[in-house]
């Protein structure tokens, strides 16, 4: 039913800027909350980012004050701003949106950053 779809993802210079979009397809009832998630190879998946219903947002500390992550809900559209890239942000980013009955994932988009 529920499809998320990402996009913005590629190879970038450290230092350089991406922004990853994402979008569903169908409807959710609503959304209580939307995330960014990354996971390194071999690495454990962690949460980049999160915004809530009520509109507060939290950052893993190591993207803090380099990462914007901002959306609407109603149009079940996200978007998370990357700035100042280093190697370490290097992963596989998913975005994630929680409503009232279910939890859905895309399927995931790769940031690359290296010389």
């Known amino acids: 039913q529920v499809q998320l779809t990402e996009s913005g993802g590629g190879l970038v210079q450290p230092g350089g800027s991406l922004r990853l979009s994402c979008g569903a397809t169908?409807?959710?009832?609503?959304?209580?909350?939307m995330d960014w998630w990354r996971q390194a190879p071999g690495k454990q998946r962690e949460l980049v980012a999160r915004?809530?219903?009520?509109?507060?947002?939290d950052y893993l500390d190591a993207v803090r004050d380099r990462f914007t992550i901002s959306g609407d809900m109603g149009k079940m559209t996200m978007f998370l701003q990357m700035n100042s890239l280093k190697p370490e942000d290097t992963a596989v980013y998913y975005c994630?949106?929680?409503?009232?009955?279910?939890?859905?994932w895309g399927q995931g988009t790769q940031v690359t950053v290296s010389a």
């Open positions: 994630k949106m929680s409503g009232v009955f279910h939890d859905h």
């Open positions: 169908g409807r959710l009832v609503s959304i209580n909350a």
């Open positions: 915004i809530i219903s009520d509109g507060s947002t």
